[in-house]
């Protein structure tokens, strides 16, 4: 008759038997528990549990002395401030050097006791004594800036076969690292915008990423193409995709298209600007600081003529697919200057 009953039926005999368990006396508890282990099919321990009398309330948490108070967090608020923010991990074994430095200027005054605690908290207490003062420090609770985010939403997708021949001013705009054989640290970018109708294609170099020095840059690259831009199409770049980029370019009459994510294909015409000019021109290494990027807007100011006006180039036609082959062909080549009756309109900004 094991396990042959249904959970309703087990839950009603518990009802039914469960008072006459919990009153009766030792011996009698071993044959009301023998009979409905073989009624039920439970097992002899999971039956002692659901027949005993429950807890009235549930155990009390244990509680633990605090041992870094308020005076240890407002002490280590001044360290990490004075180490300029650093990670608790790099911030502690810098203690011991920045202690004795802040109490010989009077930005300390500790006692023995509270002098000890700071140089014995752990890392990992340090994050959590510092966890509100990190958030009220950047501006409130961090969120990922993943392809959920609003400004990523609020921007169309655009792919590489949406674009049927428009007019002059469409560009595609994407960066260029030089960064070397290491991506950390800060290094200079430089920014290329390749118009989609003619291959006329501009660099500007940027210092750093800051939303301001690229509205900056895409305000200079207006100054240098021969027409006005109509339109721009960002990589999913955070740097691009930002409220603050994103609005700018909205304030100024530009319609604004992001590509695929991990399609580099979206962004055809001016990743090959990136291996044709700033790659061939520029080459692999490491650029850093205010000089390195004078010295790159200097050199773009030089060549930016020569392949703009004087450099043919090819377009792709069409592109027919026959079986397994595909056939391509292209307009004749010419210079960006000589497509879709581009006016020459010299002017710099750099």
Known sequence: MARRISMATRTELVEAI????????????????????????????????????????PP?????????????????????????????????????????????????DLSTELRDKL????????????????????GGQRRRAGMSSAVRRSVPVRTFGDWNDPLPGYVEVDFVAHSGTSSSGSFVQTMVLTDIATGWTECVPVRTRESGLVIAALNQARSLFPFP???????????????RVVCWCRSQGLEVTRSRAYRKNDQ?????????????????????????????????????????????????????????????????????????????????GR
């Open 119 to 138: 140089l014995t908290v752990s890392a990992a207490t340090m994050d959590r004594l510092l966890s509100e003062i990190r958030v009220v420090a950047r």
């Open 18 to 57: 469960i008072e006459r368990y919990r009153s009766s006396c030792r011996a009698d508890k071993q044959r009301i528990l023998d009979e409905f282990v073989a009624v039920t099919g439970y097992h002899r321990k999971h039956a002692i549990r659901v027949l005993r009398p429950s807890e009235s309330e």
């Open 268 to 348: 055809a015409w001016v990743e090959q600007k990136n291996g044709a000019i700033v790659r061939r021109l520029v080459g692999y290494g490491r650029l850093v600081g205010a000089e390195a990027t004078a010295a790159l807007g200097r050199l773009y100011d030089v060549v930016r003529l020569y392949g703009n006006l004087f450099q043919p180039s090819f377009k792709l036609r069409e592109k027919t697919r026959i079986g397994a082959r595909v056939v391509k062909r292209y307009h004749p080549p010419v210079p960006p200057i000589a497509r879709g009756g581009c006016p020459f309109r010299c002017g710099r």
């Open 229 to 243: 831009l109509q339109g721009v199409d960002f990589d999913n770049d955070s740097a691009f995709m930002n409220e």
């Open 60 to 108: 009390c948490a244990r509680q633990y002395a605090v041992r870094y108070g308020p005076e240890v967090r407002e002490a280590l608020v001044a360290l990490w401030e004075a180490s300029d923010r650093l990670c608790s991990k790099r911030l502690k074994p810098l203690i011991p050097i920045l202690l004795p430095a802040l109490e010989r200027h009077g930005r300390l």
